[in-house]
């Protein structure tokens, strides 16, 4: 028990530390974050080798469910109705384009063989959401790109799942009959998960209707999300998705919408700051090492699938020149969800499960921390 205070302790205090550095210097609060995870890391001073792995599975899922239950609040009626062409036009675009980009690259100029390629361009289409929104809230920027931008990653986890579930059926299909389960399965894991939350969200909807200002919305909002974050797990669903669900649900059936999400955002502050350390804290740099000639090109397909499927969507669906330039790179960040089709790769084709896993997670490392660095410069150079 003394431990876990000390770490919890120590660690939040670290992640002060880096609001100040911030203040200081030009890089994201996201980024400085997880540099200073790298430092307590197993590829830096590798300080509280017993509780971390503890603290990061169950902090990563409690900020994860709070980060979706907040993008959810910005999928409203009216957000659709007027960026709603917008926001589904580019994040499905990118994403093809991102597949197509990385896995054409992959098979032309790597010696990987096609069911290898799809499945590392299917894992290149995922972004990460919370470090995105968290750049958008420390640079309190409301402007229409940053708008379209939430919107866009709170979808990209969706496609991303339905994306990779078709890809690994069809790479497991290549010598092997049993494709079909498997993506049935992926089709559980984000249509499943919208379904639940809209089951939590409805009475959550309707005790936000009946509670008066200064009543325990915090209480009734925490409860609700935790429970849907351990439903989620229960029935092998993505949490992430099923928290969305269930801030849409509240954001457009709720009388008094605003009053659980602003409680919840109350809160979400020091359970970032303990996720983006434990998340820099869970990276080994030494990945790099082993990346060779397939990482590095793979790194370079998917900033390259990125920025030109946002601006080929982005000019598709009536955005500028420029802020369709920045769209795509604002979605370069990349984190957890990558990592874990990864592992989902190794169990089923454990022949790519070596190539897989050290490319995705030396490329997830190096997007986790420049990628917020290209999303603020995004959101300050457009409208």
């Keep these: 028990m003394p431990e876990t205070l000390i770490t919890l302790g120590s660690l939040l205090l670290f992640g002060l530390l ?44 409690l900020a994860l469910v709070m980060v979706g239950f907040l993008l959810g609040s910005t999928l409203t009626r009216a957000t659709f109705k007027l960026h709603g062409t917008q926001i589904v036009g ?8 991102t597949l197509a980009v990385v896995s054409i690259g992959l098979l032309v100029f790597s010696p990987l063989p096609l069911e290898a390629a799809l499945l590392l361009a299917a894992i ?5 959401p919370v470090a995105t929104v968290s750049v958008v809230n420390e640079l309190k920027n409301n402007s229409q790109f940053s708008k379209i931008l939430v919107g866009v990653v709170a979808l990209d986890d969706a496609w991303g799942l339905l994306i990779f579930s078709l890809c690994l059926t069809v790479a497991t299909s290549i010598g092997s ?26 009475p959550m909807a309707f005790l936000s209707g009946r509670i008066h200002e200064g009543e325990p919305t915090l209480i009734e909002a925490l409860g609700l999300v935790c429970i849907c ?13 099923a928290a969305m669900a269930m801030g849409a649900t509240v954001a457009n059936l709720a009388t008094h919408h605003t009053r659980p999400f602003h409680a919840i955002r109350n809160i979400q502050s020091p359970f970032l700051v303990l996720f983006f350390i434990l998340a820099g804290a869970s990276l080994n740099l030494g990945s790099f090492m082993d990346i060779g000639l397939i990482g590095g090109l793979y790194i370079a397909l998917r900033l390259i699938g990125k920025v030109a499927g946002g601006w080929i969507a982005g000019r598709l669906f009536g955005m500028s020149g420029s802020n369709s330039w920045w769209m795509g790179a604002a979605m370069l960040p990349q984190a957890g969800v990558a990592v874990g089709m990864a592992l989902i790769v190794g169990q089923l084709l454990p022949e790519h499960a070596d190539t897989i896993l050290t490319v995705t997670i030396a490329a ?16 300050r150079r457009c409208k």
């Design 177 to 202: 009959p049993n494709g079909l389960p498997i993506f049935a399965s992926g089709l559980w894991e984000s249509m499943g998960a919208v379904l639940l939350g809209v089951a939590v969200g409805l």
């Design 229 to 241: 974050g351990g439903l989620a797990l229960w029935l092998e669903v993505s949490y992430l998705l």
């Design 364 to 379: 997830t490392a190096l997007f986790e921390i420049v990628g917020p660095v290209v999303t603020r410069a995004a959101i």
């Design 124 to 128: 290149a289409t995922a972004t990460d």
């Design 18 to 61: 880096t609001f100040w550095l911030g203040s200081i210097t030009a890089l994201p609060r996201v980024t400085l974050l997880i540099l200073m995870g790298i430092l307590i890391g197993p590829s830096g001073l590798d300080l509280f080798q017993e509780t971390r792995e503890f603290w990061f599975e169950n902090i990563s899922i």
């Design 90 to 97: 580019l994040s499905l675009g990118a994403a093809l384009i």
